[in-house]
């Protein structure tokens, strides 16, 4: 889909007008909800001078996906991604799991800034992987709907009686370390090829309310409740960055989030209902930076501020490197368009 400029409708084709000095002319080019890729180059873009075909790229569209639905290659190339990024605890990743501990807990949790936050982190990630492979878009779990292809042994796993996350042997997860110890342990206390029980559907959810302070109590149930289906590190603030599945959990709630977002239209921070009022904890507040990535290591912040800053995308050039809560909420560009985060999910409608 193609338009002229940063606002306006889309098209399928665009005709441009170029001038021979061989001065460039910008234009938008964007995916069509609905048709997101499945492997590289499986998008070509052709210019026609007239029906001549003068020049042709290929491209894909790369957009956040139901994890459960993935393809084997997309799998594949996924959890190749963050076993690189893991190296075996000696990799970037550890900045990560850092990120996410009980000190740093207060920067991220019971208050406003948790899904700002945990866009934040997912969308640093992210960049990680796709700096490993620009081919991978982080999946989510929806944790409300069966997912039998997500608990695999060539996935994400299998736990055994004791919650020791078994591999297949082709499956580089089985090298994953943190903090200095080899493996994953989780214990699902439902059947992993069904939803955990006890959570709110995402219908429920995004019916809390049309204000964010409603909407927010999803820090509860479903994000708090789909935590404490399973024992093992994913069950307590402090150790589930251990588990990679934490990422496709929160990948969820941040895709509730989006779709609240869209129904409501609360991308705009100027709009009182798209956040809470002024007077929160530091690190809560629309025009607060975001630790770690503003670098502030002195209280109420946290000792220490892991990874640096937010990792730069080639697409686009928000958030920044310091980014403010406020950054967080316009991920679309639907505001402004120089706002655009560079990620979008596949059942969150675009435009
Ligand atoms: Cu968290």
């Not at 207060?106 to 969308?123: C, I, K, T, V």
């Not at 149930?221 to 603030?237: L, M, V």
């Not at 639907?334 to 706002?339: D, H, K, Q, W, Y």
Request: positive net charge.
């Amino acid at each position: 889909m193609f338009r002229n400029g940063t606002t306006g409708a889309f098209s399928n084709t665009l005709t441009l007008t170029v001038p021979i000095n061989g001065t460039s002319v910008p234009f938008f080019v964007a995916g069509k909800f609905g048709r997101p890729s499945s492997s590289n180059a499986d998008v070509r873009i052709d210019a026609r001078l007239g029906t001549l075909l003068v020049g042709s790229v290929k491209v894909m569209v790369r957009i956040r996906k139901n994890a459960n639905d993935l393809t084997p290659a997309e799998r594949d190339r996924l959890i190749s991604a963050f076993a690189q990024l893991n190296n075996q605890g000696a990799g970037r990743f550890a900045d990560f799991r850092d990120m996410h501990t009980n000190v740093t807990s207060p920067q991220a949790h019971g208050a406003p800034g948790f899904l700002p936050w945990h866009r934040a982190y997912l969308l640093d990630l992210e960049r990680e992987l796709q700096n490993i492979d620009p081919t991978v878009a982080l999946p989510y779990w929806r944790f409300d709907q069966a997912s039998p292809s997500i608990f695999t042994l060539d996935f994400f796993g299998v736990s055994n009686s004791v919650g020791t996350v078994q591999f297949s042997p082709t499956n580089p997860l089985q090298f994953w370390r943190t903090d200095g110890v080899p493996g994953i342990n989780r214990r699902p206390f439902f059947a992993t090829n069904t939803a955990p029980p006890g959570l709110r559907t995402e219908a429920q959810t995004l019916a809390l309310g049309n204000a964010y302070p409603a909407f927010r109590t999803l820090e509860g149930n479903p994000h708090g409740s789909a935590h404490t289906s399973f024992g093992g590190f994913i069950s307590s603030i402090g150790t589930a960055a251990r588990d990679p599945l934490f990422f496709l959990l929160h990948c969820n709630v941040d895709r509730l989030w989006a779709k609240w977002q869209r129904q409501f239209g609360r991308f705009n921070p100027a709009v009182a209902a798209s956040f809470d009022g002024a007077a929160n904890p530091v690190g809560h507040n629309l025009t607060d930076t975001m630790w770690p990535w503003n670098g502030i290591t002195t209280p109420p912040r946290p000792p220490t501020a892991p990874g640096g800053s937010l990792a730069a995308s080639p697409c686009v050039s928000a958030p920044g490197p310091q980014p403010r809560v406020s950054q967080s909420l316009d991920y679309q560009g639907t505001v402004n368009a120089v706002s655009r985060l560079g990620f979008d999910y596949d059942d969150v409608p675009f435009s």
